[in-house]
């Protein structure tokens, strides 16, 4: 079964400041902070620092706001992740 991609009206993402604000403020952000990371990390270890800091905000946002409980896997996950954060970032 193939379901089709439904793309939302062009006109109600342009119209809406709010959102319109939220792309501009993070794209300002992202873009300077690549370019000056470059300077000091690799590729690999900006990538890391991404989804280690991705995976910690929303596993706040998933017990706080959705209301989820912390199961022993989740925090086993979380550790298997720290290991790759080290062999990432340890200088062999």
């Known amino acids: ?3 089709t991609l439904e793309v939302p ?3 109600a993402v342009e119209s809406n400041p709010v959102a319109l604000g ?5 794209y300002r952000f992202q873009v300077p902070a690549n370019r000056y990371g470059s300077y000091e990390f690799t590729g690999a270890q ?8 991705t995976l910690s905000v929303f596993s706040l946002f ?4 959705l209301g989820e409980t ?3 896997n989740y925090a086993a996950g979380f550790a298997f992740i720290c290991v790759g954060v080290f062999f990432v970032f340890h200088q062999w």
Not at 22 to 26: A, S
């Open 62 to 65: 998933s017990i706080r706001y």
């Open 70 to 72: 912390f199961k022993w």
């Open 22 to 26: 939220h792309c501009i403020f993070e």
């Open 1 to 3: 079964m193939v379901r």
């Open 9 to 11: 009206d062009r006109a």
């Open 46 to 53: 900006l990538k890391t620092i991404q989804e280690v800091i």
